[in-house]
């Protein structure tokens, strides 16, 4: 989905003028860098949330000559999905359970 299908996406289902829908977005955009520029986290609420990391430098090789080329140390962001939406996606979390077992009364066997 690009920008524009998604901003008639918005307007087709809140009913709201396409230019409206442009201008919040133009919003959101603004609004979630400077947050993650911050704060180093924007949060979508009921969607999820997108946070900063860093990768470390690292030294890759020229897959051509072989010759070791060093790779800087960057900021990336990554998006998390609250549970709604992942459920969403994947289905309910099965639940684990973490009881240890029942004793059964009898003592191990010794060697």
């Known amino acids: ?7 008639e996406g918005i307007m087709r289902q809140a009913g709201i003028s396409k230019a409206n829908v442009g ?3 133009e919003g959101l955009v603004v609004l979630a860098g400077r947050e993650l520029l911050k704060n180093n986290r924007f949060v979508l609420p009921g969607l999820g949330a997108l946070r900063v990391h860093r990768r470390a430098a690292w030294t890759a090789r020229n897959p051509q000559t072989g010759a070791p080329v060093r790779v800087p140390a960057r900021k990336y962001v990554r998006f998390k999905a609250f549970s709604p939406l992942d459920e969403l996606l994947n289905g309910p979390r ?7 077992p029942e004793p059964t009364g009898q003592l191990p066997m010794e060697k």
Do not use: A, L, S, V
Not at 1 to 7: A, F, G, H, K, L
């Open 23 to 25: 201008r919040f977005y």
């Open 94 to 100: 099965k639940k684990t359970d973490q009881t240890p």
């Open 1 to 7: 989905m690009n920008r524009n299908e998604m901003i």
